[in-house]
């Protein structure tokens, strides 16, 4: 039987998340692991020595020998080294948000669709398990809620708590709400950051599907949780402890008058999310597939996203927003 050819990977940017990436690769049956990148050569010689692959610091160099790579650096970056990947016809697993700027988004996928290249986004939550298994109760989402509070941790910080979390859920709704988005209301403050730390937002859609999501990276506890309401039924989903749970209104009325519950709950073993999307990358890539999370969905969820932000920036423009501000320049 024939042997299947491996893919030659690499990893750009080997920070926290990144070096998480090149010991997936690593690991990975199928896949021979060339190289980490990183513009700290100790880091990138210390990665690359746990890995067993080569070391680089310009990313460049190591484009040549590979057919595709996961692209972690920060987002201000996104755009130049995966316009560089895709013009050397190396695929790419972009970690979220896609870019900066919906122009840069729309570049990078007018590109890699022209030379037909996989062009995957980095949205992890996708691969949680209980999100999956979801997608087999939902029928007509009508109302959503979703809740991503985490304790504060300073990186990721280079961006605002939209881009950093609350995206995370944009993305999730975006993907069972199949209707345009007719309009959003935004509060949303600076408290430990120059940028956004909390903030809510409330989304509407053209179909009357409506969505309220409120993240933070200031609280003492981490939440990740959502509920779907829909006729007869309403989903109840954690994702850190990976457990869905629905609730399907019956015939049968109760003592109370309120009609009868059937709940079923279904847990899930911890998994390895990570490394779920990047088997599926891999996959992607060996079969010249449409991966699950692509270049046009990442778009579709950074456009919102940016249209939170920009909103929640625009009732900034006041008086106590403007002493929060001043405030914090003192610290």
């Known amino acids: 039987m024939k042997t299947e050819q491996k893919i030659k990977t690499g990893v750009i940017g080997v920070g926290y998340l990144g070096k998480f990436h090149a010991q997936k690769y690593a690991n990975m049956e199928g896949v021979e692991l ?3 990148v990183d513009v700290d050569a100790g880091v990138a010689g210390k990665i690359a020595a746990d890995c067993r692959c080569r070391a680089f610091s310009d990313y460049r160099e190591l484009l040549p020998l590979v057919d595709a790579v996961s692209i972690v650096v920060p987002t201000s970056y996104h755009h130049r080294v995966a316009l560089d990947c895709i013009e050397a016809g190396v695929d790419i697993l972009l970690e979220k948000p896609i870019t900066t700027t919906l122009a840069e988004a729309n570049d990078l996928i007018q590109r890699a669709d022209a030379r037909q290249m996989i062009f995957q986004v980095g949205h992890l939550e996708r691969f949680n398990p209980a999100v ?3 997608e087999k109760f939902l029928t007509v989402p009508v109302f959503i809620e979703s809740s991503r509070i985490s304790t504060f941790k300073n990186r990721g910080v280079d961006v605002d708590v939209v881009l950093d979390l609350m995206i995370h859920d944009i993305d999730i709704i975006l993907s069972i709400v199949h209707s345009p988005l007719k309009s959003i209301q935004t509060v949303g403050a600076p408290v430990v950051t120059a940028t956004t730390d909390i903030a809510n937002a409330r989304l509407v859609f053209e179909n009357g599907a409506t969505a309220n999501v409120t993240a933070s990276r200031i609280a003492r506890n981490n939440i990740r949780k959502m509920r ?3 006729p007869g039924s309403y989903i109840n989903v954690d994702f850190a402890s ?4 629905t609730i399907h209104l019956t015939d049968e009325i109760q003592a109370n008058g309120a009609p009868g519950q059937e709940v079923e709950v279904v847990s899930f073993p911890a ?10 990358f891999v996959s992607s890539v060996r079969n010249r597939a449409q991966p699950l999370v692509s270049g ?13 932000i ?3 920036q625009q009732n900034q423009q006041t008086e106590v927003y403007q002493q ?8």
């Open 132 to 134: 999956m298994a979801m």
């Open 242 to 245: 990976r457990k869905v749970m």
């Open 34 to 36: 060339v190289g980490v």
């Open 324 to 331: 929060v501000a001043a405030a914090l320049k003192k610290h």
């Open 228 to 230: 779907i309401f829909q």
């Open 271 to 280: 998994g390895d999310a990570l490394r779920d999307e990047i088997v599926h």
């Open 310 to 312: 920009a909103q929640i």
């Open 296 to 308: 046009h969905s990442g778009r579709r969820a950074l456009e919102v996203a940016l249209q939170v």
